[in-house]
């Protein structure tokens, strides 16, 4: 009978040593420190980051990763085109006897679109200016004509450059890519209030 009694005792013992080590194992399964749970969100975050980074290293944008970028070579120029006209200052055409200026003006370059690129872009590949800005210290009068209809209007000087485009990478012309050729209008510093008449 007391063999039958300590062998009974020997397996509930056993029992509750392995409901222990399940309840254990289970805890900490279950538990997460703050800290692990910060230490896998910013690791999901930076997995993430790295994945944006690779995407952004694929970019057409990325000139450094050897991808193809479309490049202006000046055959030409600079040709002066004067007072050039640029846009409107002023709303409807109206019978005025004059106008009067005292803001800023910005005139920015341009460039035909059989070039293939942006007037900055070309601008900058040949070094000339994209955009002149003037500043007014006084306020400007203008004469008008009030017997016709008239707009105050902004003109500026440019340089003419004749040139062509094409796609380059890591500095060589892209093969298979064949040149574009227009005009790019490059704004002086010289810029004119004129008063124009329908």
Do not use: E, H
Not at 85 to 98: E, I, Q
């Amino acid at each position: 009978m007391k063999n039958r009694n300590a062998v009974a005792a020997l397996a509930l013992a056993a029992i509750f040593g392995m409901s222990a080590l399940t309840g254990a194992t289970s805890a900490s399964a279950d538990t997460t420190s703050p800290a692990a749970a910060g230490t896998r969100a910013v690791g999901a975050s930076t997995t993430a980051v790295d994945a944006a980074a690779q995407t952004d290293s694929n970019s057409p944008d990325c000139i450094v990763c050897g991808v193809p970028v479309k490049k202006a070579v000046k055959l030409s120029g600079p040709v002066l085109i004067s007072k050039k006209f640029v846009r409107y200052l002023t709303g409807a055409w109206a019978r005025s006897t004059g106008y009067a200026w005292s803001s800023s003006t910005t005139v920015s370059a341009s460039i035909d679109s059989s070039v293939g690129m942006s007037a900055a872009g070309a601008s900058s590949n040949i070094g000339v200016s994209a955009s002149v800005t003037k500043s007014y210290s006084i306020t400007v009068n203008i004469a008008a004509s009030s017997t016709r209809y008239s707009k105050l209007g902004l003109a500026s000087n440019f340089n003419r450059y004749y040139v062509k485009s094409a796609y380059f990478q890591d500095g060589k012309q892209l093969a298979g890519s064949s040149w574009s050729y227009g005009y790019l209008y490059a704004p002086t510093k010289d810029q004119f209030l004129i008063v124009y008449y329908q």
